[in-house]
């Protein structure tokens, strides 16, 4: 999962390490509204995926990207 | 006020409005923001500056693209994520000025619109301040 980890501790300003798929908004300050969308658009952009706005706001934590990502046949 | 939907919206819409700031909304940021600055707020102060008279607040910029995200593109709808300024010109006052932005993304996953706002001297055409918003549109 370095790819999508790499998104995440990029745009959370967290090292790769401190991520763990329990790993959320709840958890990581810096995962706030405007980050999320940041988030999204470069999953999106990086993994050549499109989510739905459904799919995108039930992502509750890094876990639940990692699963989003592979059900849309992306390689984290 | 507007009131465009996620769906209703599409890349390369823009909406403008015209506008001046005089004196008295000068003082009514000052009162508001507690910014007593003399270049804001002191016109020997500022008689004596590059500029020659006082300035409104480059920040009133910021309140003017406030009002349209909320009330012009998208309006109603909007929820205000982020908004960048570069103050490229002073504000000038009892001037025209022309608000405007353009929608240049829509980020389907989150319901958001990425827009360039620029507030520009409407007899110039010169480009007082820009910069980039994020709106979520809440239907």
Redesign the interface.
Known sequence: MNKLAKIFSAVLDIPEGDITDALSPETASNWDSLNAIILLTEIEKQFNVQFTYDEAMGIKNFGEAVALVRSKGGTV | MTAKTFAEVSVGQRAEFETSIDEALVDAFVALSGDTNPLHTDEAYAAGTAFGRRLPHGMIGGALFSRFVGVHLPGRYS?Y??QSLLFKKPLPLDTAIIVSGEIVQK??????IRMTTTITDKSSGATLIDGEA?V?LLQ
């Open positions: 929820l994520l982020s980020i389907e996953s989150a319901r958001a994020m979520q």
